[in-house]
């Protein structure tokens, strides 16, 4: 491919991209970072869980 035929991708299109494309993916980036804001407030350990829950799944969809 040319170099003149290639478009030019951002950040923020690729995340788009990724988000749009795989659904697990968008999960696991949005619910890993909030396991650890959650890990250093004061909510319950069941909260906690949950978000960390939520974030494992689809991992393990990745990992079989």
Known sequence: MRASQRT??????QL???LTSCWWLGVL???VPFG?????THVPRAA???A???AIIPLAGIMS
């Not at 030019?8 to 299109?13: A, F, V």
């Not at 650890?36 to 250093?40: E, P, Q, R």
């Open 8 to 13: 030019k991708s951002t950040l923020i299109s």
């Open 16 to 18: 788009r991209d990724i």
């Open 29 to 31: 980036l949005v619910l």
């Open 36 to 40: 650890f804001v959650l890990n250093y």
């Open 48 to 50: 906690k869980f949950i």
């Open 52 to 54: 960390n829950f939520g």
